[in-house]
């Protein structure tokens, strides 16, 4: 059996199944091998230069036949740059983050584009079904990194009754009853980051993975409320220092602390001082395994739970 929606048709993929674009962590090999299981793997621009992004993009096309697509942090001061590239470079799909990105819709649209903006709210939904967007992804605040208020539980159905464009769910959804109640809710799609942390094809710090592996139900906190860029992470050293800087209302420090931090985390191992970006969800990651493995867990896990849920119960 499969899960097929107006995402998969949308994109040509197998499976609703969308991996987060996570910077410094979604990299080219783990982005195609998620495509190459039938899901889509989305490469994390983050804070990447324009030419270590294009060379990205070439490693990934090197490593799959199927479609695969970049992820926008619209906080990235070169963002010009890097969408005019991505167009160049002939990317199929677009996913976007921590901004609104009204302004780039046209020349991404024009050069045919599936362009698939994160949202943390409805109105933000609504405008970028109006200016063109292909879908939507709706974030909620169980998700690792920047993040919005509201949960996904509560944010899902309001974007699915707001618009007409597919909603995917993401924020919390780590295994196939996360799937199976994103579809409960509406939504056509699911993204997954976290797990895919794990996958064995994620090429960062293994010293990272062992963190996410070990983590446990309230191991995760929101640090950095007072800078306007909520961030969620694993505790650690780091955390509890932006956390004090935090009750200090000391923003400017949080900025100056943070930079470069999730680099440090990522690709040098550093999990004292390292930002460990992660979703709550980081608690039900419990092993590495191939990523068309986390794949075929959530579309079977997904499946099963629909089946069973065919009976309503009795008893
Ligand atoms: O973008 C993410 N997650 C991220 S980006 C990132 S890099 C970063 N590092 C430090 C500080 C800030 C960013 C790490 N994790 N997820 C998608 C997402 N987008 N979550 C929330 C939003 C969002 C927030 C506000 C999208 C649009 C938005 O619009 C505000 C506006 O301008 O209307």
Not at 47 to 55: A, F, G, K, S
Not at 272 to 287: D, E, P, T
């Amino acid at each position: 059996m499969a899960l097929r929606t107006r995402l998969t048709t949308l994109l040509g993929i197998e499976h609703p199944i969308i991996q987060g674009g996570m910077a410094w962590t979604a990299t080219a090999e783990l982005s195609a091998a998620v495509s190459n299981a039938g899901g889509i793997g989305i490469i994390g621009a983050g804070h990447m230069p324009t030419d270590v992004l294009r060379e990205q993009i070439h490693l990934a096309k090197s490593l799959t036949d199927k479609p695969f697509g970049v992820n926008l942090m619209l906080l990235t001061p070169h963002i010009d740059d890097i969408v005019q590239m991505v167009i160049d470079e002939g990317v199929k799909v677009v996913t976007t983050g921590a901004g609104n990105p009204g302004k780039y819709m046209s020349a991404l649209k024009g050069a045919g584009i599936k362009v698939i903006p994160i949202v943390p709210s409805v109105a933000l939904a609504k405008r970028m079904e109006s200016i063109g967007a292909d879908a939507i992804i709706g974030e909620g605040m169980e998700a690792g990194g920047h993040i919005g208020d509201l949960t996904t539980l509560v944010l899902t159905p309001q974007l699915v009754d707001a618009v007409s464009i597919p909603v995917i769910a993401a924020g919390g959804i780590a295994d196939g009853r996360g799937v199976a109640a994103a579809f409960a809710l509406g939504a056509e799609g699911v993204q997954v980051g976290t797990r895919f942390m794990c996958a064995d094809e994620c090429t960062i710090h293994p010293d990272v993975k062992d963190v996410v592996v070990k983590a446990k139900d309230r191991d995760t906190v929101v640090t950095g409320r007072s800078t306007g860029h909520p961030v969620r992470v694993i505790k650690n050293k780091l955390a509890r220092e932006i956390m004090e800087l935090d009750r200090e209302g000391k923003a400017e420090e949080i900025e100056a602390l943070g930079a470069g931090k999730l680099a440090l985390a990522m690709r040098h191992g550093d999990t004292a001082m390292g930002s460990l970006m992660a979703g709550q969800v980081a608690a039900m990651v419990c092993r590495i395994e191939p990523a068309a493995d986390i794949v075929a867990d959530l579309v079977n896990g997904a499946e099963e739970v629909m089946r069973a849920l065919g009976t309503v119960p009795v008893a």
